[in-house]
């Protein structure tokens, strides 16, 4: 541990003379990437001083167990051996957590993808609950969450809802949250009191910046239209809707929350440029298998990873065998067990793939 300590502290004093070179802080890219490398090992460093301060401790308590006559300080001596000892592990645990490379992603902005899926109406009214919910965790994070577009739902919901939402490691929290989501309750439309299982896709997307990805404006269709749904006096009155499709890969974005057509291409740049990205992730995933069966499913589309159970009060999370029943606090955006837990779970295997059992 001492050793890779070492290194990190080498490591450190690279980056901390690195970011003040003028050349570095001209190359932006380069510049908010040492950024956010320096603010990951200076938490690493305090940890480094932690550990060494507890390891001095330790051998002095040794030494002096060793080499003292005096009854009381022995006693003294071992009593702070056993604190070392309490301590020591977990600190060890935490720093071996610190040392899993991060996935430079995680810090990312996210634009968060919501659709009804099987289930008719229901399906719609499930996604504007799931909307709600992760709309109340990302305001008790204190995340901003701001609508790109979205088309109601005939009986309520929505059957598409797209937002971005910006804050601090954004995606390396929601990351875990893309794939099917299924709820089995009574639905609102039923008159015989019969459970239904209904589902809706979540799709949770690194906003990219623009040095990430370029796009090139000339394969790029451009169309206006009039907003539709709630807006003001401006809805259906002006071409203020914009929809860009890139013609290469065929993807399409689109906005029309803004009044203004300047901000809708704005916003739906943003999309466009965030799922152009998340195609490349894709496939550089695709592309280390190894890697990617280590992870919980960060970005399969099809794949069931949990189940809202309205009538027993639980919700399941497939991937991690986890059952809570605590339905209505997690619905309410209480999701930071859930999150909590499968979070743990991707670090634990992360570490296994990557040898850093130190």
């Known amino acids: 541990m001492i050793e890779r300590l070492a290194i990190v502290k080498q490591r450190f004093d690279e980056v901390s003379d690195l970011i003040i070179q003028p050349e570095v802080i001209s190359d932006q890219k380069r510049y908010i990437a040492l950024n ?5 090992l200076c938490a690493l460093m305090e940890k480094r001083k932690e550990y060494l ?3 001095n401790r330790q051998q002095e308590a040794e030494q002096l167990i060793s080499t003292e006559t005096d009854s009381e300080m022995i006693d003294m001596a071992k009593e702070e051996l056993e604190d070392v000892k309490v301590h020591l592990p977990e600190l060890e645990d935490t720093i071996r957590f610190m040392l899993i490379p991060k996935d430079p992603e995680d810090t990312k902005n996210i634009v968060m993808e919501l659709r009804a899926g099987t289930g008719g109406d229901e399906a719609s009214i499930f996604a504007g609950d799931l909307y709600r919910m992760y709309t109340k965790y990302c305001e008790s994070r204190g995340w901003k969450v701001s609508v790109v577009d979205l088309n109601e739902g005939t009986a309520g919901g929505f059957k598409e809802i797209i937002l971005e939402v910006s804050g601090t490691d954004v995606y390396g929290t929601m ?10 309750r009574v639905p609102q439309t039923e008159t015989q009191g019969r459970v239904h299982t209904s589902a809706a896709t979540v799709m949770v997307l690194p906003e990219a910046e623009e040095f990430d990805i370029e796009i090139d404006m000339n394969e790029v269709r451009l169309d206006f239209f009039c907003s539709s749904g709630p807006g003001g006096q401006s809805v259906n009155t002006t071409y203020s809707a914009v929809r860009l499709t890139h013609i290469p890969t065929g993807i399409v974005a689109q906005c029309q929350d803004q009044k203004s057509q300047h901000k809708n291409k704005e916003k739906a740049l943003k999309v466009l440029r965030s799922r152009l990205y998340e195609l490349e992730l894709s496939k550089k995933l695709e592309a280390d298998s190894a890697k ?4 919980v499913s960060s970005g399969d589309r099809s794949a069931k990873i949990r189940t809202y159970n309205y009538p027993q009060g639980r919700v399941t999370d497939h991937r991690i065998g986890l059952t809570l029943y605590d339905l209505q606090n997690i619905v309410n955006g209480d999701l930071n067990k859930l999150i909590d837990e499968i979070q743990l779970h991707y670090n634990t295997e992360k570490l296994k793939v990557s040898g850093e059992l130190i």
């Open 292 to 295: 990617r069966n280590a992870m």
């Open 53 to 55: 301060d507890l390891i």
């Open 36 to 40: 956010r490398e320096y603010k990951d």
């Open 175 to 184: 990351k875990f949250e893309s794939g099917v989501h299924r709820v089995q």
